[in-house]
T-cell receptor
Framework: GQQLNQSPQSMFIQEGEDVSMNCTSS?????WLWYKQDPGEGPVLLIA?????ELTSNGRLTAQFGTTRKDSFLNISASIPSDVGIYFC???????????????FGKGTLLTVNP | NAGVTQTPKFQVLKTGQSMTLQCAQD?????MSWYRQDPGMGLRLIHY???????DQGEVPNGYNVSRSTTEDFPLRLLSAAPSQTSVYFC???????????????FGPGTRLTVL
């Protein structure tokens, strides 16, 4: 099956630093998504990317859909303590029935921010 | 709107016991799915449904059954629990857009299951 390689697995940074994480795959995806999961909660969508080369921002977060459609990255600028959590990338493809509902998730990046 | 709700929040089972994890959504979403999350493994798709009466297997379906008799509910059944099923289970739903495309997927708060 399709797999997403997400890196790094974990990051420990100081408040105010910028953060970068990425996902790569051997398969092509037509949608890339970035989720954040707080402890004890379900994942929440941060950014959705729909076109190759697309660069999208959401506050201090910026994500890009790679031009090969096989990768994506997420940047967080000027990190704050509430950025702590697990960040997941996820990709969508279109199945034979025309649906793109099924998501493939990366294994996550655990972010710790030291105040 | 309550969004996606899951019950129970925590559950401890003995090996061989059966139980049903409940999932409901009040957003009239056609698409629903179940994932399990294990440390270092991300979220893996167990089963999903594209509408009432229609279900299909995901990446890790063995040991789990599902049914979708209504749009709102998508229960996950463990017929004979095993320690390997100790995990956090998430239910998710999304709206079906024109052409079968899926809108944003919303997740429930999760059920933490331990099988002894």
């Amino acid at each position: 099956g399709q797999q997403l390689n997400q890196s790094p697995q974990s990051m420990f940074i100081q408040e105010g630093e910028d953060v970068s994480m990425n996902c790569t795959s051997s398969s092509i995806f037509n949608t890339w998504l970035w989720y954040k999961q707080d402890p004890g909660e379900g994942p929440v969508l941060l950014i959705a990317l729909y076109k190759a080369g697309e660069l999208t921002s959401n506050g201090r977060l910026t994500a890009q859909f790679g031009t090969t459609r096989k990768d994506s990255f997420l940047n967080i600028s000027a990190s704050i303590p509430s950025d702590v959590g697990i960040y997941f990338c996820a990709g969508r493809t279109i199945d034979s029935g025309g649906s793109n509902y099924k998501l493939t998730f990366g294994k996550g990046t655990l972010l710790t921010v030291n105040p | 709107n309550a969004g996606v709700t899951q019950t129970p929040k925590f559950q401890v089972l003995k090996t061989g016991q059966s139980m049903t994890l409940q999932c409901a959504q009040d957003m009239n979403h056609e698409y629903m799915s179940w994932y399990r999350q294990d440390p270092g493994m991300g979220l893996r798709l167990i089963h999903y449904s594209v509408g009432a009466g229609i279900t299909d297997q995901g990446e890790v379906p063995n040991g789990y059954n599902v049914s979708r008799s209504t749009t709102e509910d998508f229960p996950l059944r463990l017929l004979s629990a095993a320690p390997s099923q100790t995990s956090v289970y998430f239910c998710a739903s999304s709206l079906r857009l024109a052409g079968g495309r899926a809108d944003t997927q919303y997740f429930g708060p999760g059920t933490r299951l331990t099988v002894l």
